[in-house]
């Protein structure tokens, strides 16, 4: 198993380079950049470039008149001084190639240093550890719910096969999995946050103003309140295929040969089920929790945040493509790919320590 984890891991630096070097090829090609977005907000409204301080432009302003420049390579350009459309392309790192650049992202990333936000002016680093209590918050919670949910309805269903429960409880399940979990997020502030009914609850951010000082329950209360919503959303719209998996794994363990054997030896339904076929139900279900965790980590939060809004390492990277903030994309791209691949491979483990059947370092 030591060789088959140490090949893993010498593999994520090449799935990991491949990774990042596609997506930086794929955005180069990609039209309104970083420069096209300063020179959009210098021709559009006039305003003060004034976050490419430091090695940047400074203080920047529209020229005034309508005299036409050279558009150079930009077609924001037209218009401006072509020494301030270099100034710019230098403060954004834009007047060197492009593979100089992308090596220099490279040797960044291997001491961990991502950068400083293109027009916010802050390292990157402070920006994802600022919304990562978000999305950590989102993803742990409604993991751990969906799992103390769907297991358990899951071992009924498959318990109770065909019955009036199994059948209106499948409708339920589909249900959730047929609405789209932003629907769900909306019909929640509508009635539960000031929507058109009641507002129970708060829209915004995980503490209340000044909750800070307060006592350490009074703090937890606080929080719970604010992530309920949010975390119900979630769970209601991924719990449908988690309940199924599990109801099928037990189903096709039921008629194995080895639970008619207990059966026939006495043993009480109980201890069949969670003594025999549990473990070897389970392994699929249990081994998949960490690449479930990092799924809603990253995917599954999107919407759920904008709707809710909460400031979490999904808005942030949607915030970042849309306004071509390249080093907040490529570094929370380089977070997320990074821990997604190491999460693999802890699935991978999880295999092991559940069933020891199971040796990777066999397969031919």
């Known amino acids: 198993m030591a060789a088959y984890l140490l090949r893993r891991l010498l ?91 992308f090596g220099q992202m490279l040797w960044n990333y291997l001491r961990f240093d991502l950068g400083d936000s293109l027009f916010q002016g802050r390292p990157v680093w402070d920006l994802i550890l600022e919304a990562m209590p978000v999305s950590i918050s989102l993803g742990l919670w409604s993991t751990l719910i969906i799992y103390l949910v769907s297991i358990p309805l899951g071992i009924r269903k498959a318990v109770r096969d065909g019955s009036r429960f199994d059948l209106w409880t499948s409708g339920v399940v589909l249900v959730g999995y047929a609405i789209p979990g932003f629907l769900f997020a909306v019909l929640l502030v509508v009635l539960f946050a000031g929507g058109s009914f009641v507002q129970w609850f708060p829209l915004r951010g995980l503490a209340s103003s000044g909750a800070s000082e307060w006592a350490w329950h009074w703090q937890a209360i606080d929080y719970a309140w604010h992530i309920f919503l949010p975390t ?41 089920l969670y003594g025999h076929v549990f473990r070897n139900a389970m392994l699929i279900i249990i081994a998949g929790f960490p690449a479930a965790f990092i799924g809603i980590l990253f995917t599954g939060a999107l919407l759920v945040e904008i709707i809710f809004s ?29 821990l997604g691949l190491i999460l693999q491979i802890v699935s991978d483990f999880t295999y092991t320590l559940v069933d020891p059947r199971i040796d990777f370092e066999s397969r031919r």
Do not use: C, W
Not at 29 to 50: C, D, K, S, T
Not at 232 to 251: D, E, H, R, Y
Not at 323 to 333: K, S
């Open 11 to 101: 593999l994520v630096v090449p799935t990991l380079f491949g990774i990042i070097l596609i997506n930086f090829a794929v955005v180069q090609l990609a039209p309104g950049g970083p420069v096209e977005q300063a020179l959009a907000e210098l021709r559009g409204e006039g305003q003060v470039l004034g976050r490419l301080t430091g090695e940047g432009v400074g203080e920047v302003r529209m020229p005034q008149g309508t005299g036409e420049g050279p558009a150079g390579m930009y077609r924001g350009a037209q218009g401006l001084d072509p020494a301030i459309v270099a100034e710019i392309e230098r403060a954004f790192g834009f007047d060197r190639p492009a593979h100089e650049r």
């Open 232 to 272: 119900l959303t979630l769970v209601i719209g991924g719990f449908a295929g988690l309940t199924m998996l599990t109801k099928n794994s037990f189903l096709e363990e039921i008629t194995k040969q080895y639970v008619l054997t207990a059966r026939a030896k006495g043993a009480s339904e109980s201890r069949v």
């Open 310 to 338: 909460l400031q979490g390492l999904g808005l942030l990277g949607f915030e970042a493509a849309l306004r071509r903030d390249y080093t907040v994309l490529f570094g929370t791209l380089y977070v997320f790919t990074l």
